[in-house]
């Protein structure tokens, strides 16, 4: 059964505008949460973290925001810029992570001119 | 660059070939972990490795062997494979073997023929 679930394979968004990706998860262990993105032919590349302590970690343009009672995090993009469309991959850690961490099947976003 | 070399960048071998997969990691992380990356799944971890010890091993097949000799470098063995090991094999490392500065590398693409 999959701990880290990402429903929407494909997301396509106007340039400019706001891109949501999210990821739920059931495992009520997970403390340490991660975004990373991935384009082709290149490892997955850290994009922005949140520990479970927080609801809300902002770099630049990019914004998480965890909601532990539903198990659900999301991670905003504003305003969306063609460079990031790519694979963005949903995982998640239970007590830093020294074991490895559990990924979602990714979402790929695609940004629109 | 992301800081954890892989090699070679792609492979072609026959299911009776063996061959090796090689990591190597110079961010003085002294956690290394293998991921399979399949088509339409999640990153699945294979193997963990803190302080050279291998802590974790996720029902992998015997086929793969995983090896390392200090906490810079981490090899995969590999041996009599099947077609459906195809994929592309992600090596990441870690600080303390936590979440936190997490690096992957850029993959092996592994096509057994």
């Known amino acids: 059964d999959q701990q880290v679930k990402q429903n929407s394979p494909s997301l396509s968004v106007q340039e400019g505008r706001i891109s949501i990706l999210n990821c739920d998860y059931t495992n009520s262990m997970f403390d340490y949460f991660l975004w990373y993105k991935k384009y082709p032919a290149e490892g997955p590349t850290f994009l922005i973290s949140i520990s479970s302590i927080k609801d809300k970690n902002e770099d630049g343009r990019f914004t998480v925001f965890l909601n532990k009672s539903a198990k659900h995090l999301s991670l905003h993009i504003v305003p969306s810029q063609p460079g990031d469309s790519a694979v963005y991959f949903c995982a998640a850690s239970v007590g830093g992570g020294a074991d490895g961490l559990t990924f979602g099947k990714g979402t790929h976003l695609i940004i629109q001119p | 660059e992301t800081g954890v070399t892989q090699t070679p960048r792609h492979l072609v071998m026959g299911m009776t070939n063996k061959k090796s997969l090689k990591c190597e990691q110079h961010?003085?992380?002294?956690?290394m972990y293998w991921y399979k990356q399949s088509a339409k799944k999640p990153l699945e971890l294979m193997f963990v490795y803190n302080f050279k010890e291998q802590t974790e091993n996720n029902s992998v097949p015997s086929r793969f062997s995983p090896e390392c000799p200090n906490s810079s470098h981490l090899f995969l063995h590999l041996h009599t494979l099947q077609p459906e090991d195809s994929a592309l094999y992600l090596c990441a490392s870690s600080q303390a073997g936590g979440a936190y500065g997490y690096t992957f590398g850029s993959g092996t693409r592994l096509t057994v023929v």
């Open positions: 961010l003085g992380h002294n956690a």
